[in-house]
């Protein structure tokens, strides 16, 4: 294990600069994961770190050691790709297998290694299989196999579930997080998708264009984000910002904001069915998707502009109906004209 700290780093290729002064500190043994949209910058810092991509300003350092002018194979780290890179001659063993011997491992210390890291990931009966001959699921485990044995300091993922269908996503996404468990191990971890990172994160930092939007815990960046935009990326469906100047403002009844606030935020979740008379706002229901546990219900408010209210689904609601809603005042977002959070 080792913790991972990164001072004012800068990315530019050519005259484009694409990371913009990134500080951050990564504890040891912490599972950090990387989020953001595609084009953010998450990528090349993780391939930065594993040095794979030269740094254009600052400095990394990696268990207190500055690793700037350090080549990638002696950092202390392995990557998990989201290709799995695996050699498609070699069998599983010769795939996990690979690092160790050409580093002269003794055949006893590899076979121990990689037989050990195989029970981890319980594919120990796949040892003479082709690459070609594994699921999809399979071959990440190999992947991640061969990233085991190599006991690093820093494990990083670059998205790597992305290739697999909807199912194996989730269940290697448990695999990894018990990984974690088990080797207590400094993770750091890429995904655009911000479900993988609420769920798998000690910590995620939220990248935008290259700059850190905020760092916290899953439940931090739900509940108390820092701007509009980590308050929009992270939840599924995504908060509903209504503006409290525009022309939705005639939805809204019986709201109290802040000073300087210009819109209000509220989760699809923290909707609920009111009465007339006693809701916070009003809109008709366009369309409903009715998800067998709930209803995602989505409500003009005028002029095209549409929210999202994940419901009850024994709610008595039709498509065309004008609908009343309410939700706690613990639940409300507030921001500023630039999209600041207002507390």
């Given at each position: 294990m080792a913790d991972v700290n990164l001072k004012s780093i800068r990315k530019t290729y050519d005259k484009t600069e694409v990371v913009h002064g990134v500080d951050l500190d990564i504890n040891s043994g912490e599972f950090m994961?990387?989020?953001?949209?595609?084009?953010?910058?998450?990528?090349?810092?993780?391939?930065?770190?594993?040095?794979?991509?030269?740094?254009?300003?600052?400095?990394?350092?990696?268990?207190?050691?500055?690793?700037?002018?350090?080549?990638a194979?002696?950092?202390?780290?392995?990557?998990?790709?989201?290709?799995?890179?695996?050699?498609?001659?070699?069998?599983?063993?010769?795939?996990?297998?690979?690092?160790?011997?050409q580093s002269k491992t003794p055949k006893d210390e590899i076979q121990e290694r990689v037989t050990e890291a195989a029970k981890v990931l319980q594919i120990e009966t796949l040892?003479?299989?082709?690459?070609?001959?594994?699921?999809?699921?399979?071959?990440q485990r190999v992947a991640i196999g061969r990233a085991i044995v190599r006991?690093?300091?820093?494990?990083?993922?670059?998205?790597?579930?992305?290739?697999l269908d909807a199912a194996l996503r989730v269940q290697t996404r448990i695999e990894?997080?018990?990984?974690?468990?088990?080797?207590t191990a400094t993770m750091i971890y890429v995904t655009h998708d911000q479900v993988e990172a609420m769920t798998l994160a000690d910590r995620i930092v939220v990248l935008n264009n290259g700059v850190i939007e905020q760092v916290g815990t899953p439940i931090e960046l739900y509940n108390s984000p820092k701007n509009q935009f980590v308050a929009e990326f992270i939840g599924s469906p995504k908060m509903n910002i209504?503006?409290?100047?525009?022309?939705?403002?005639?939805?809204?009844?019986?709201?109290?904001?802040?000073?300087?606030?210009?819109?209000?935020?509220?989760?699809?979740e923290h909707?609920?069915?009111?009465?007339?008379?006693?809701?916070?706002?009003?809109?008709?229901?366009?369309?409903?998707?009715?998800?067998?546990?709930?209803?995602?219900?989505y409500i003009n408010l005028g002029k095209d502009y549409e929210i999202t209210a994940k419901l009850d689904v024994g709610s008595e609601i039709n498509v065309d109906e004008v609908i009343q809603l309410d939700w706690q005042k613990s639940h409300e977002h507030f921001f500023n004209s630039s999209g600041i959070s207002i507390d």
């Open positions: 994961v990387f989020v953001g949209p595609s084009g953010c910058g998450k990528s090349t810092l993780l391939r930065m770190i594993a040095g794979l991509e030269e740094i254009t300003e600052g400095e990394i350092s990696i268990g207190g050691e500055v690793v700037n002018n350090i080549i194979a002696e950092r202390g780290v392995a990557m998990v790709f989201q290709s799995y890179a695996l050699y498609p001659h070699m069998t599983v063993f010769d795939n996990m297998a690979f690092a160790l011997k040892f003479e299989r082709l690459p070609k001959q594994l699921s999809g699921g399979q071959r006991d690093p300091k820093v494990f990083l993922f670059d998205e790597p579930l992305s290739n990894i997080a018990k990984l974690h468990s088990q080797l209504i503006d409290l100047e525009g022309e939705q403002k005639s939805s809204l009844m019986n709201i109290q904001a802040p000073n300087q606030s210009t819109k209000i935020g509220i989760r699809p909707f609920c069915v009111a009465s007339k008379g006693s809701s916070k706002l009003q809109g008709t229901v366009r369309h409903i998707e009715n998800l067998g546990e709930h209803l995602l219900c």
